[in-house]
Structure formats: C-alpha cells, structure tokens
C-alpha cells in the first residue's frame, strides 16, 4: 500500500467517525425533543415565530404569548397555546383578540393525527374580513391540501372539549357597506363539550340590513358527542327599505333530529315566513329524510302581492320521494298530490258590479314522476305532472279545465335539455250574454250600443299544446251572438307566451299575444245618419291634455306587452254593416295586421253591393282600402262606382290617399270629364246647365282634384238633390246647397261667413247672385270716367 | 265734486258680476245637459247620445238603448269637437247630467320649425278662440297657406293643442323655397294652351306664391273665360309644376240685375258676353247700366289678334251715356280703339290701355256747347299692387293708382282744346300685417284737371261733364254728390285727398267695423291751380261685411274754410260693396 493509498484510507475512516457521531447526536437530539418537546416548542422559539411569518405574507403580532409541550407518551403529545394581544393581518382578513387560548393533542405518526381539540377560548376578538375575489384554485394544490386537512383531523374520532367563542365585534367589508356584528358560539356549559353547543350570530342595523339574528342550538342526546343530535335554527332578518320599496321580513325556525347514530336519517319541521309587503309567504313543512325516502307535507298560503294575481292556498300538500329500485339512472319515485285552492281576483274594475264569482277556485296537482335518489337537479326526471281545476258553475259565468304535463329531462339543463308536452284544455263561459248585459247595464263598463241588444255565448279558453318552456299557451275565443238584425260569430284563436330578455341580473319577461280573429258571421248596424256631416266617433287625437300623452307614451314604451293580431273576414265571407243610407248591407273584406309597434296594415275591402248615388241606382263595384306599412303613412284607396243611365254607363273612379282621395270619372261611350260631373250631379249635360250649376261642376272638378272632398262628404253630396256646389281654394272648403223641397234649400258644408268666393260674387240660388263690380276692372265697362263701386243682384244665364 | 268723484269712480272696481244661471236642456229624459252655454248637437248625435226609438227599417232597434258609459263617452266627444274640455258627470243609475263647463280658450299659438320669414305671430283670432278641432283645421290651413305664400310650394303641417294649457303647437317641415316652373293645361277645351297665362299675376322662374295663383285663379273667373277653374301645384326637381284645370261651359252669358252704387242710387243692368270669341279668347261684352243719374249702354271688344301668348289686344268699344246730374245733363256717344296691354310682377299689375277715342256729346242742361264733338287720345293705366287686389273683398293692403289722359288739339275734330288728366290712388296700411287685421289705416286722393284755354262759365265751349266736381262718397264724404262745384260751373281742377282708420276687430257686436275718417279737398278754376276754400269733411263710419259684399254707412260734417257757414252741414252716406 502505497502512502496516496494509506492517506486515502484515513481520511475515510474519519468521515465515518464523524458521520456516526453526528447521527447520534441526532438521534439524541431527536430523543430529547421527543421526550420533552418543550425544547423545540417553548415561548423562546415561539418569540421568533412571527418574523418568519412576516417572510410568508402573514404578519402575526401579539403582546404576551406562553406555550407549552408536553409529552403524554411517546406518540402522544399536547400543547396549549396561549395569547394575549394577538393581532393578525392577513390578505383576507385582519382581527385583533384580547385572549386566545387553544389547547391540542396530537399523535405522532405519519400522518400527524389531532384527537383532542380544546378547551378553545377565544374572547373579546375584533376581526376584520374582506370581500375579496376568490382566486380561481389550483385544483391540485386544493386536493393536496384538503387530503392533508382530511387526514390531519377526523372528526369521528376526535374528541372536542369546551369551546368558547365570543367575537365582541366582526365585520365584513364590502364594496359599498360594510356589515358588523357580534358572534358567540360556546359549549353550553363547563362540561359539556360536544355535547351541546349554543351560538348567537347577530347584525347591527346597517344600509343593508336592519337587523338579523341567528340562534343555534346542537345538542347530542347523550351529551358527549356519541349519541343522535337535535339540531335547532331559529333565523329572523329583517332588511333596510331601500326608498319607497316595502320593508322585507323573513323568519325561519327549523327542527332537525337525527334518527340514528352515524346515520344520515332524521325529522325535520321548518316553519318558514317571508313577507315584502304586500307579497308574502306562510309556510309549514314537516317530514323525513331516509337513506331510501324522503317525505314531506306542506302547507302554505302565499299572497303575490299582485292584484290581478290570485293568492295561493296549498293545504295538506304530500311529497314521496322514495328509492324503489338500484337503477342508476331512476332509482326514485316522486309523488305529489297537492289541493290547491286560488283566489279569483278579476282585473280591477272602477264600479263593475258584483259578478257572483266565488272567493276562489280549487284544483289539485298531481305528479308521478321517476327521478333520482337522493334528490338531485342534475339527473334524469320523467314522468307526469297535472292540475285539474275544480268547475266553476255561476249564474254569469261556467268554466274548468285541467293541465297535464309529461316531462322528461334533467333538470339543470332546462330548458335546453328538458322536454314538457303540456296538454291544456280549460274554459271560462259566458252561457248567456243578454245575463252580461243586464249585469253591466247601469254600470260604466256597460256592454255598448249596438252590441248590447245581442244575445248568445262566449266562451274564452285555452286547448291544446302548451310549450312550457317557451312560457308559451294556446288561447281562443268564440262569440256567437246575435239579434233581430245583427251578428257577431268571431272564432280567435292565439298563443300568449312569456318571453326572457333583459340580462341574467336583471331579467323582463314580455307578455307576447299572437291572435288570430276570424270574423265568421258579423252583421252590424250602424246609427241612423242623416245626410248631413258625420258626426265625429273618436276625439280628435290632435287635442289631448300634454302629460297625459306623455303618460301614455311612456307607458306603451315600458309596456312589456307584444302582440301580434290578424283580423280577418273568411275569403267568402264578408261582413255587413246595416245602414239607413244603404238599400243593401254592404259587404266588407277585412284582412289586417296589428303589432304593437306598426299600427294596421292589411286591407280593408268593400264588396260589390247596390246604392243610390246622385238619385239612380248605383252599383259598387270595388273599394279596396290598403293601410301601408309605414307608420304615418294615409291609407291607399282604390274604388270604382258605376251608374247607369239610359245612353251611357258613368263609372266613378277613387284613388289616392284616404285623407285626400281623388275622384276620377269615365264613362262608356267617352264623355268629357265636365260632362260627367254635369250629368251626375244635375242629370243633364253641361250645355243645358245654369250658369251657378255649370260653376258648381267646376266647383266639384277643384275640390275633388284637391282632395277636399272626403269619401263621407262625397257620398253625402252624391246622395243629396244639389242646387249648386261652392267650393273655396284657399280654405278647401266645400259647400253645398241642397234642395229640400218645392222653395226651401239649405247650405251644407261651411257657414257663409266662413267661405270666400270669387271676387266679390255669392251665389244666392238658381241664377241668382250678389255681384260687387269695381268700375275700373278689366271687364270692359269703363264708360264711367269715375272709379265707383257696384253691387248687383243679378239674374244669369249661360248658353 | 261731484264731477270728480264720479271721474274718480271710473277706476273703482267693478263688482265682480254675480256667477251666471246654468240653462238646462234634456235631449231626452235621462239626459240633462248644463251650462252657461248649451252647444246644439245634429240629430246624428242626439241618436247616440239618446238612442233611436225608430226601429222598422234596416237598422232596426240597435242603436235603441245607448247605455249611460256609452253616451257619456260620444258626448265628451261631441263636447271635445265644440272646445269643451271640462265636463263633468254627475252619474245616476237611470242616467246622468252634465255640467258641460266653459270651453277652453287658445292660451298661446307656438311654431316648431317655422321658418323666421312666416311670422306666425300675424295670425289673429287664434289666441282667444275657443280650441276646436275645427279651429286645428284653420291653423293648418293658413300655415300651409302663408307658407306657399312664401315660397314654400309644399309644406308639411301638423298641429296639436293641449286642452289644459290651451296652447296649440304647429309642427312644420316646409322644405324648400321654390320657383314657380311651369304651367300644365288640362281640359282647357278650344283654347289655345297658353292663353290662360295672359291673367298670370306671377311669373316663372320667380319665388312660388300660392296666393298669385288664387288671384290668378279669380282674374280667369271675374273675366268669365272659363265657367270653373282650378289650379294645383306639384313640386317637382324644376320648381313647381302648376296644373290649371278649366271648365269651359257655355261661352256666351246673358245677366239682368238691379242693385246700387258707391252714391246709394238704384241701379238696372243687362249685359251680354260672349266671353270665349276664337282659340284665343277674345270678348264681346255688351253692357247696359241704368240709374236716376246716369243711363248707359256700352258695346266692348277684346281682341286677341297678336301671337297667342301675348297679353296685347286691341279693343274698340262704342257707348251711349245719357247723364243727369246736378249740375248738368248730357248725351253722349263715344268711340273708342285702343291697343291694350297688361304686364305682372311678383308685386304689381299693371295695365295700360291707349288709342284714339271720339266723343259726340249732347249738353241739355248745363254751361257748354249744345253739340260739340271731341277726338282724343286717351290712355289709361292702371297699378295695383297684388296684394291690394287679392284682398279685394276685404281690403287691408297693398295700393293702387289710376291715371287717365285724354289728349286732343281743337283742330284735329274737336270743339276745342281740352286735354284731361285724371290721377287716382289709394293706398292701406294693414297694422303689423296682422291677419285678420287688427286695424287699417288707409289714405286716398284723386288729382284732376283739364288743360284748356276755355274756362268754365256761360259760352264755354267745355262740355259740363269734363269739369271738375267734388262731393260724396268718393272724396268728401261730408259733402252731397257732386255738391261742390266751384261757383256753380265746376271746375279746371280738383284735387282730394283723405285719411280713414278702420278698428276691424272692434268689440261692437255682429262683428261690426268702426272707423274714423278726414276727407279733405281743393277746386280751382285754372288748370293745375288750387283755390281757396279748402274743403274737409271729418266724420265717423260704420262697417259690416256681410256675406254678399260689405255695407258701409258714414256720418260726416263737410266745412269750407273761410266760407259761409251755411255751406257747413251734415252729411249722411249708406253703401254698399264701396270699401275706401
């Protein structure tokens, strides 16, 4: 062995010496904390613990701290932790404590296992939490340490003494409010431990709440943690008013006793109120809970709040929910039977009459459905869910009706995945409408005129498929009334569907109304007219008080109402307005569109019927009047009228706007227009005519090319014996003396003060007229060398 | 004192006037209706609000019973068209009443997008009226009116009002302004197209005026060339594309009546006119005019011989005028030739008229000669403004001039030298142009002479009736007609002149026209020479615009400075269709 070789060895013979003492020294040193831990674990090292705290993040004050270790065996160990003046401030939360004290036992081992917790006495605390983001978790950083956590405590197996919390003061600080309060949670007395534990939560009055208070109570029936527990809530809160919105209560007091020991299996008992003036909810339920059954029974009564909304009674409402199979898909069984009773509050009516409804309307609903078990929203249910109404039998009104749904789907994933077939079939009935009529008679909601001396039934209902989903229900109605002389056979049938929009905080449901009215058999009358301007039927809409338009604007612009309404008369089939001044009824063709945000379009048609126009017999041969899509755009009319006469057929043309229809007029062999306008309005050509009567075509010539003659006034005039026609146009006015009789006339249209006629002419009567002749016109005679002035009553003739 | 405290008490307040007695009407038994003033319904109306009890006919008994809501709501309706806003129902099962309030009065009149050129301000009897659908009508209406007035071809109007505040708010898009293009002719019959336009009182390629076409519209129809006329506009990418639709009727019209002139005298007329002669609407009007005074048969032609668009025509006319006035009495018969033309601006008219006129005059009473014969050159012009004339009916604006010559030398067939000029004028100042007018001021003269070396007088070789007169209605109101005659002959000249203000929205009933006037006048014997005295004649008026023209009566007291004053009197003057 060479020296290299000898120095080689005697190096490594000391490195083991010395690695062999240095494990020893270990080891002892290991033995010394093992059997004393209060070497390692004491106030000195625990003096230098919060600057290594500081170095994480976390900044640990306190001003007195005594910890102690102790050795209860080997593997077992105990420790107390006591602080005074311990302050901590974390990224989360922050608090301050006057006395924490917390004392443990551990056994070592891998993994360290806590089996004693306590006592724990925590007082005077003021601590501080923060509405913070939550940090999206690392998913394995979370299970690594909820194993760990798992691991480190097991509940079952460890045994907890006395624990006393009493925080003098917590609060949670918001974004805009902060909420504080108190909290005590404490064993119930010295010595019991998990036996019994009582807490108090409460809220001081804040922006957000008024007051809220928590009271707890856990009790193990044999006072150590090893028997079945009982536990109590009682919960009352009551929120701040924010503005005009009603003060909102809610209380709850819940009973919950556990059957078995180490078992899932208990009672339960919850009575329950929540009031927001004026809705309000009243419930009790009770029932079980089993590992293989679930069962409740509900009562309750709940005001919407909403006038035209019913106030829902359920009474003696029974739930089974049980397991009745191992199927993993549907192992359960849900099944409800539910009376339910709702109040029929009608849309409130200033001074409607009494209409003998009952108080209220009572049904049951009932389901059979397959769902899992234990209960769970994001597994398969199917089954059957129905309601049916008791009948309504009153002196006005009969009615009824049931719902019956199939589900199938899960429900999470409504409604994209969830599939309802709703079948509906309910009535309300008017037998007897004359009974309607009378009710209403004297009343302002009362049936008008000429709709009131009807008699028949209405029914109004819903039938068919419902999309529950789509909040979509099939609706129609029926009239079939009728009198001497008038009828109204009207068969609508629609969709009412309540449609989401608005955002996922802030959600607005828009009622949506798709009608489509068929107007099967009508025959209305109109009032008597006389030949004369017809009276106005509406308010002239120009005229209306400035807030209440305004009211009125802003109402339709939040109205969430959205409708969609065809009215429509059968192709064969028109209706008929009965007039006086019509020897036949007229025969109508309706066929329009309404939404709420386009007024009409569509078209209303007139029939070929027979008429006196201009004192012979006429025939319509068409009137079509078109309302266009645009919203302030006049209706298009399109007509024709033919009067027939010995040696030539005069057809009279009508187009343009309704506000301002033109005439047109053709005739078979040709006339001239003028002609035409001669023999219709006189019934002789222009060259037999009286100067006034020749003005007066021309008169009717300029009014009708100017529009001026409304399709009332032109059928007024055609059906009037004319004398002469004036029309003004500068004011558009029309005027019209007619013939009464032998020597009387009147003046239609304007009044005299109020037309303006050529120069200074006004026609009295068949040729005569006034005439006021400025000596100097250009008329010629200028013989008189002074200017001057002449009024003359005139006789003329033109030929 | 006395006279003091009872000055002093036409301040003191007046007692508020005691709430008047609601009247009471039933149109039918359940129904009362209440108020201050009941509004009259047609019987359409009274049938909806009452019921019909008639029911043997095709209606039947449907519109039999109206129930109470029924009829309440027709009612508001019918109240609503008549500016009742403030009804209220006292509702009984069995019927109701109804006190119908006071109707809402216009509080304020308020343009939106009114250009500053259409002055909605000048509109009167708006503010204060009762809010009706009807008076919405006429807002409209003269909106659309005063903006074509304007240039504003087509207009777009509406309006609404709030029955609560009482102010009507008239919304318009008027566009842009635009020129009048072209005119379209249809159903003009024989006429050439085109001829129409010699009445024309616009002129293309100038600013749009819907009133220019009215006056034209009127021009066409005072003339008789047409039976009916209308004219209506388009606007196109040129400007405005007016249509003129005529209606010809027969061209020939025969007229007898009887009425009365400016000088209150009865009258007789007949006259005949041919006023369609040829495709370029020549006139024959044959005229025969009768009073106490004057007695007149006049035969006129107006030619159109040049190119047909040409306002040029020429016109001979033949006479016979017997005349008895006061101070004197003539026959006469004249001939004339004259070319005449006429010219339009956007403002004025203008016609002129000259050519040789031949009077053979007859004196029977009256300085002058018994027979005389007389060849002049005559001309006679005429400037109207247009707004004068469109307000013809109703005069408030514009002005007019007249003036005639008649020029001829004793050589040339005539007795002897006599050249007269007559020059006439008026003009009205409608206050703040408001419309209708609150007041007119109007002022008028009329200067005449005759340039001759004869002088008026026993022996003059001047027949009576080229002298001078002043009197009556016509310029001194305060004065009978023809009443001055400057020493009894008449006179080489005379000139007047006068001043009237017219209150047109006076509070006197029936809608009644007060006004005030000052008439003032010289005469004098040399041509263009004024003597004293000056006559004036201050005096007050009354006037009424009834449907058939306006009546107008005058109180005036006629005085003549420096003269006896038995010359001074009174003066009393009813008329009719004579405006100032």
């Known amino acids: 062995m060479g020296p290299i070789a000898s120095k080689f060895l005697k190096v490594v013979k000391w490195s083991l010496l010395s690695l062999l003492t240095l494990v020893l020294l270990i080891v002892i040193a290991l033995g010394v904390v093992l059997m004393k831990p209060s070497v390692l674990i004491n106030d000195k090292t625990l003096a230098l613990a919060p600057r290594f705290l500081r170095k994480s993040g976390m900044d640990i004050q306190w001003k007195a701290a005594h910890v102690t270790a102790d050795s209860q065996s080997l593997k077992n160990k105990s420790f107390t932790f006591a602080f005074e003046g311990l302050c901590a401030d974390l990224e989360a939360a922050s608090g301050c404590f006057d006395k924490l004290a917390l004392a443990f036992d551990v056994e070592l081992g891998m993994p360290v296992k806590l089996f004693t917790a306590g006592p724990v006495e925590i007082l005077g605390g003021d601590v501080l939490v923060k509405k913070t983001q939550p940090k999206p978790p690392n998913s394995d950083e979370q299970n690594k340490s909820s194993g760990s956590f798992d691991r480190f405590i097991n509940l079952s197996q460890m045994k907890v003494q006395t624990l006393k919390v009493e925080l003098k003061r917590w609060r949670y600080e918001m974004a805009e409010e902060t909420l504080q309060g108190s909290f005590n949670f404490a064993s119930a007395n010295e010595t019991s431990g998990l036996g019994h534990w009582i807490g108090v939560f409460e809220t001081e009055k804040s922006r957000l709440v008024q007051s809220a208070r928590a009271k707890f109570d856990f009790e193990n029936t044999k006072k150590d943690g090893t028997g079945s527990w009982k536990a109590q809530v009682e919960a009352k809160a009551v929120l701040a008013r924010k503005g005009k919105t009603p003060q909102t209560e809610a209380d709850a007091n819940v009973h919950l006793t556990q059957l078995a020991v180490g078992k899932f299996d208990f009672d339960y008992r919850v009575k329950a109120h929540y009031a927001q003036k004026p809705r309000e909810v009243h419930a009790k339920v009770d029932g079980s809970y089993r590992l293989d059954e679930i069962k409740a029974h509900l009562n309750s009564i709940v005001h919407s709040g909403i006038p035209s909304a019913p106030k829902l009674v359920i009474r003696n409402c029974n739930l089974d929910l049980k397991r009745v199979s191992q199927s993993e898909t549907s192992p359960g069984r849900l099944l409800l039977d539910c009376p339910v009773t709702a109040d029929i509050i009608l849309p409130s009516l200033k001074d409607a009459p009494n209409l003998d409804l009952p108080q209220s309307t009572g049904g049951k609903l009932t389901a059979d459905l397959k769902t899992s078990y234990p209960p769970s929203a994001s597994k398969l249910i199917d089954g059957k869910v129905g309601l049916v109404f008791d009948p309504i039998l009153t002196p006005l009104f009969e009615g009824g009706g049931h719902v019956e749904a199939v589900l199938s789907g899960v429900p999470a994933e409504f409604p994209e995945k969830f599939k309802v077939n709703t079948d509906l079939a309910f009535k309300i009935a008017v037998p007897d409408f004359k009974k309607i009529v009378q009710k209403f008679q004297k009343t302002k909601w009362a049936v008008p005129a000429p709709i009131n001396v009807m008699a028949g039934r209405i029914e109004f209902g819903a039938k068919g498929k419902a999309d529950l989903q789509g909040g979509k229900f099939p609706l129609y109605l029926t009239t079939r009334l009728a009198s001497a002389h008038e009828k109204m056979n009207i068969d609508a049938n629609g969709e009412f569907a309540l449609v989401k929009s608005g955002t996922a905080k802030e959600p607005v449901y828009d009622e949506d109304v798709t009608v489509d009215v068929v107007l099967s058999d009508i025959s209305m009358a109109l009032p008597r007219l006389n030949l004369e301007k017809p009276p106005k039927l509406m308010a002239d809409r120009r005229i209306e008080d400035e807030q209440k338009t305004k009211k009125a604007a802003v109402a339709a612009e939040k109205s969430h109402l959205k409708y969609k309404v065809t009215i429509r008369t059968p192709e064969r089939k028109p209706l008929h307005i009965l007039s006086n001044l019509a020897d036949a009824p007229i025969p109508i063709f309706i066929s329009t569109k309404m939404t709420e945000s386009q007024s009409m379009t569509g078209s209303v048609s007139v029939g070929k019927f027979p008429l006196k126009l201009f004192r012979r017999d006429a025939k319509l041969e068409s009137f079509v009047m078109e309302f266009p899509s645009a919203k302030d755009e006049p209706a298009t009319v399109d007509g024709a009228i033919q009067v027939a006469y010995t040696d030539y057929v005069i057809r009279i043309l009508i187009y343009g706007t309704s506000d301002k229809p033109q005439v047109k007029m053709v005739s078979e062999p040709p006339l001239a227009e003028d002609q035409l306008v001669a023999v219709l309005l006189f019934g002789r050509p222009l060259q037999e005519l009286e100067p006034t009567q020749g003005e007066s075509v021309g008169n009717a010539k300029a009014a009708m090319a100017d529009g001026a003659v409304g399709l009332a006034s032109l059928y007024v005039l055609a059906s009037t014996p004319i004398e002469s026609l004036g029309y003004d146009p500068e004011s558009r006015e029309v005027s019209a003396k007619v013939k009464l009789g032998e020597g009387t006339s009147l003046n239609l249209g304007t009044s005299a003060a109020g037309s303006e006629h050529i120069g200074v002419r006004r026609r009295l009567s068949k040729h005569w007229t006034v005439t006021t002749d400025f000596a100097n016109g250009s008329s010629g005679s200028s013989a008189t060398e002074q200017n001057g002035l002449s009024a003359f009553l005139e006789w003329s003739s033109r030929y | 004192m006395v006279a003091s405290l009872a000055l002093s008490c036409l301040f003191c307040p007046i007692p508020q006037a005691q709430a008047k007695k609601l009247k009471e009407e039933k149109p039918c038994p359940h129904i009362t209706i209440k108020g201050e003033n009941i509004p009259k319904f047609t019987d359409t109306e009274k049938r909806l609000i009452c019921g019909d009890p008639k029911t043997d006919d095709a209606v039947g008994d449907s519109w039999k019973s109206i129930p109470n809501s029924q009829?309440?709501?027709?009612?508001?309706?019918?109240?609503?068209?008549?500016?009742?806003?403030?009804?209220?129902?006292?509702?009984?099962?069995?019927?109701?009443?109804?006190?119908?309030?006071?109707?809402?009065?216009?509080?304020?009149?308020?343009?939106?997008?009114?250009?500053?050129?259409?002055?909605?301000?000048?509109?009167?009897?708006?503010?204060?009226?009762?809010?009706?659908?009807?008076?919405?009508?006429?807002?409209?209406?003269?909106?659309?009116?005063?903006?074509?007035?304007?240039?504003?071809?087509?207009?777009?109007?509406?309006?609404?009002?709030?029955?609560?505040?009482?102010?009507?708010?008239?919304?318009?898009?008027?566009?842009?302004?635009?020129?009048?293009?072209?005119?379209?002719?249809?159903?003009?019959?024989?006429?050439?197209?085109?001829?129409?336009?010699?009445?024309?009182?616009?002129?293309?390629?100038?600013?749009?005026?819907?009133?220019?076409?009215?006056?034209?519209?009127?021009?066409?129809?005072?003339?008789?060339?047409?039976?009916?006329?209308?004219?209506?506009?388009?606007?196109?990418?040129?400007?405005?594309?007016?249509?003129?639709?005529?209606?010809?009727?027969?061209?020939?019209?025969?007229?007898?009546?009887?009425?009365?002139?400016?000088?209150?005298?009865?009258?007789?007329?007949?006259?005949?006119?041919?006023?369609?002669?040829?495709?370029?609407?020549?006139?024959?009007?044959?005229?025969?005019?009768?009073?106490?005074?004057?007695?007149?048969?006049?035969?006129?032609?107006?030619?159109?011989?040049?190119?047909?668009?040409?306002?040029?025509?020429?016109?001979?006319?033949?006479?016979?005028?017997?005349?008895?006035?006061?101070?004197?009495?003539?026959?006469?018969?004249?001939?004339?030739?004259?070319?005449?033309?006429?010219?339009?601006?956007?403002?004025?008219?203008?016609?002129?008229?000259?050519?040789?006129?031949l009077e053979f005059i007859k004196t029977a009473r009256g300085n002058g000669p018994k027979d005389s014969h007389f060849l002049s050159f005559e001309t006679d012009t005429s400037l109207t403004s247009h707004y004068n004339e469109f307000y013809f009916k109703s005069p408030r604006t514009g002005y007019r001039v007249d003036l005639t010559t008649f020029f001829n030398s004793d050589p040339i067939y005539s007795e002897t030298t006599a050249e007269r000029i007559n020059l006439d004028w008026e003009a009205l100042w409608n206050y703040r142009n408001f419309d209708p007018p609150l007041w007119v001021l109007g002022f008028r003269g009329g200067l005449g002479t005759v340039v001759s070396g004869e002088r008026p007088g026993p022996g003059t070789k001047l027949p009576p009736h080229f002298l001078r007169y002043l009197g009556g209605s016509e310029n001194l109101r305060g004065f009978g007609r023809q009443e001055l005659t400057d020493k009894g002959s008449g006179a080489m000249s005379s000139v007047s002149a006068g001043v009237e203000w017219r209150w047109v929205e006076s509070p006197l009933p029936f809608d009644l026209q007060p006004f005030v006037f000052t008439d003032l006048g010289l005469l004098g014997l040399n041509p263009l020479d004024f003597d004293s005295p000056l006559y004036w004649s201050p005096g007050l008026g009354i006037r009424w615009e009834s449907p058939v023209g306006a009546l107008r009566a005058t109180l005036a007291h006629g005085y003549a400075s420096g003269q006896p004053p038995e010359v001074s009197h009174l003066q009393f003057y009813f008329s009719f269709g004579e405006e100032f």
């Open chain 2, 71 to 357: 009829a309440k709501f027709s009612l508001d309706t019918f109240l609503q068209s008549r500016g009742y806003f403030d009804a209220v129902y006292e509702m009984r099962e069995d019927g109701f009443s109804v006190n119908v309030g006071k109707p809402t009065q216009v509080k304020a009149l308020v343009g939106v997008g009114s250009p500053p050129d259409l002055e909605l301000f000048r509109k009167r009897r708006v503010v204060g009226e009762i809010l009706t659908p009807a008076l919405l009508d006429k807002v409209e209406q003269w909106t659309a009116q005063r903006l074509q007035g304007i240039g504003y071809a087509c207009p777009e109007i509406k309006s609404e009002a709030d029955p609560k505040t009482g102010i009507i708010t008239v919304a318009m898009v008027p566009g842009e302004k635009q020129i009048a293009a072209r005119v379209i002719d249809e159903s003009s019959g024989g006429i050439t197209p085109g001829i129409l336009d010699r009445y024309n009182a616009f002129n293309f390629g100038k600013l749009f005026n819907g009133d220019l076409l009215v006056l034209s519209e009127r021009r066409i129809l005072r003339d008789g060339v047409l039976q009916g006329l209308h004219f209506s506009n388009a606007c196109e990418k040129e400007g405005v594309v007016i249509k003129r639709t005529g209606i010809e009727g027969p061209p020939r019209l025969l007229t007898v009546g009887f009425g009365t002139n400016t000088e209150g005298l009865l009258l007789v007329k007949a006259s005949w006119k041919n006023t369609r002669i040829g495709r370029r609407a020549s006139l024959i009007d044959v005229t025969a005019l009768a009073s106490s005074k004057t007695q007149q048969v006049n035969a006129t032609m107006n030619w159109y011989n040049f190119a047909h668009t040409s306002r040029r025509y020429i016109q001979p006319s033949i006479a016979f005028i017997h005349a008895n006035e006061n101070p004197y009495e003539i026959s006469e018969v004249r001939t004339q030739l004259h070319e005449a033309t006429s010219y339009d601006s956007q403002d004025i008219g203008l016609t002129f008229k000259a050519g040789p006129t």
